[in-house]
């Protein structure tokens, strides 16, 4: 539901009889959305100029307009043609009928008597789905705002970071070297909150977003809704991949970018950077070409950081490059010095000769097209390949000609490739007892009730306090809480519950909008198993639980 000074949202009922219209009216009363009558078709059309609406229900006869006619006025207007039509009819000769019923756009087709039942489920369906769309729609707007406020704030650091520069100079001859550079720390500091603050806040309402987009899904949604909910979870997950870029371009300024390092095979890496992407590009019908020819791709690296370095460089290649273009992939060597090389090339927008030197700079924006983002990508992954001791070049002939980049990395193993085993996949909650505790209302209830139909049992809490109450009388398995708390932290919870109940008859993972390597650290230290940061996907988090349990058995037989 949206909040109490946001309007809910309307049903509008087309359909010459009154009787009909109040027979509509009484099937649909009582549900969380206005309905509104109107008995021709240009009353239908005047309403939908000065009103917005979830769906419409519209009866097929109609003395002035039929109802097939005004559905395709409807869908012929750019300001209406995304709203649904549940068409009504009472002759239904089928095949005639259905053809022209979605032939001018409806997405259902209904015979009178309507069962109540059908169409208030549809109805529903419909409404739900409009509310989260606009919900999103405004949290991308805030998001916009955040961004903009971002920059300003970003441009007044540097000011600001100029005059500082300046000020010292000019007392150069009366302070040290060390007061300058406990002042630069402590800026970075500043922003580092900053910029941590900000990300939490942001992060928070994504969650119930991604949660509730998983039970739309499992709530039988109807084919055709699919690609919209697949539409929004991927503008969510590009929401958090900026966040997350704002958070790594910190990390980098600080030199405290964390790799794990471990043999891993590139060319699976760049596979799997492939198959995320795979979607987008063959929705712009872009051609791609792989010509993975390296004879030896094992190397020591991050595998996680590598695919982001390549997943950003072919989101890239896709963004900038028109429909009907072409992305070309080739690796090559190992050559003379133990350099294996990766080349990304499109034939899309190009880099201007005057930007390309500054292409890996932060906030630097290549392309000519007018895109959206923050411009940290590519200063990420330059960062990203110099930590493993490789290099990022970019060549373009100039805007309009396409542009190649290319990554060397050096391979540190010659044996037979490296295959990773597959995880396997997880078993369901199997009555597992969970203690769910969060603050935040929406996350609270759609986490809650997907982790009730994956089969776990469920207590729930919203501060700390509340949580130890609740765990007075009940003997869970598995603490979920979240960080920051009205009353406390998560930390803090975790160690009282720990100091109450008998070592080893829990585990406790977090979820929490702030993850820096710090913040890991210290959930770790607390005595949380893991730290998920939000938006946290519910699948991460069965999996997770499915991770540490099986661990915690492992080392509870070990003991044995």
């Known amino acids: 539901m949206g909040t109490s000074s946001e309007a809910a949202p309307a049903v509008l009922l087309v359909d010459d009889d009154a009787r009909n219209l109040l027979a509509l009216e009484s099937v649909l009363e009582g549900g969380q959305f206005q309905l509104k009558q109107v008995q021709t078709g240009d009353q239908a059309l005047l309403a939908l100029m000065n009103e917005e609406f979830a769906a419409i229900v519209l009866d097929v006869q109609m003395p002035d307009m039929s109802g097939i006619e005004l559905a395709r006025l409807i869908k012929q207007r750019k300001r209406t043609q995304h709203i649904p039509i549940i068409l009504l009819t009472a002759h239904y000769r089928e095949d005639e009928h259905a053809v022209l019923g979605y032939d001018a756009g409806a997405v259902d087709y209904l015979t009178k008597p309507v069962n109540p039942i059908v169409l208030r489920s549809k109805v529903n369906v419909f409404v739900e ?6 919900a999103l729609a405004e949290m991308h707007r805030a998001a916009q705002a955040a961004e903009e406020a971002l920059r300003l704030a970003n441009a007044e650091l540097e000011a600001r970071n100029a005059a500082l520069e300046r000020e010292a100079e000019e007392r150069q001859r009366r302070i040290r070297a060390e007061s300058a550079q406990a002042e630069a720390e402590e800026a970075n500091a500043a922003k580092d909150r900053f910029l941590a603050m900000l990300s939490h ?24 809704l699919r690609e919209t909910i697949e539409t929004i979870r991927r503008n969510v997950r590009l929401e958090a991949r900026l966040i997350d870029d704002l958070l790594d371009i910190a990390r980098v300024r600080n030199g405290k970018m964390h790799l794990d390092l471990q043999t891993t095979d590139l060319h699976q890496i760049l596979r799997e950077a492939m198959e995320i992407c795979r979607s987008e590009i063959t929705k712009r019908k872009i051609e791609l070409t792989e010509k993975l020819e390296a004879t030896a791709t094992t190397v020591q690296g991050d595998a996680a950081r590598l695919q982001q370095v390549f997943w950003n460089l072919l989101t890239n290649a896709t963004k900038f490059t028109p429909e009907g273009g072409a992305i070309a992939i080739r690796t090559a ?4 010095s133990g350099q294996i090389t990766v080349e990304i090339s499109d034939n899309g927008a190009g880099i201007g000769a005057g930007k390309i030197a500054r292409i890996f700079e932060a906030f630097e924006q290549g392309g000519s097209t007018g895109m959206a983002g923050l411009g940290l990508g590519l200063a990420i992954c330059k960062a990203l390949v110099e930590r493993h001791e490789g290099s990022i070049k970019v060549r373009s002939v100039g805007e309009g000609e396409g542009s190649t980049f290319t990554v060397s990395l050096p391979v540190r193993i010659a044996s037979a490739e490296i295959k990773p085993a597959p995880l396997a996949s997880p078993s369901g909650g199997s009555g597992l007892r969970v203690l769910l505790v969060e603050d935040h209302r929406d996350t609270l209830e759609t986490l809650r009730r997907l982790l009730l139909r994956r089969g776990y ?11 130890l109450r609740v765990g007075e009388g009940y003997e869970f398995d598995v603490l979920v809480s979240d960080i920051g708390l009205p009353d406390g932290r998560g930390t803090d919870l975790v160690e ?63 003991v044995h």
Request: glycine share 6%.
């Open 129 to 134: 789905l409009f509310r989260k769309t606009r």
């Open 201 to 224: 806040e942001l992060r928070t309402p994504l969650s119930p977003i991604i949660h509730a987009l998983s039970l739309l899904e499992e709530d039988a949604c109807p084919p055709h």
């Open 333 to 336: 060597g190992p050559d003379a």
């Open 457 to 467: 049992v469920v207590e729930a809490a919203e501060s700390v306090q509340a949580a």
């Open 496 to 558: 009282q519950m720990e100091q109450r109940r008998p070592k080893g008859s829990f585990f406790a993972i977090a979820m929490s909008g702030f993850g820096t390597d710090e913040d890991i650290r210290r959930s770790h230290l607390a005595g949380f198993a893991d730290h998920l940061t939000k938006p946290v996907e519910f699948m991460v988090l069965h999996e997770a639980i499915m991770r540490v349990l099986a661990a915690s058995r492992t080392s509870a037989s070990g």
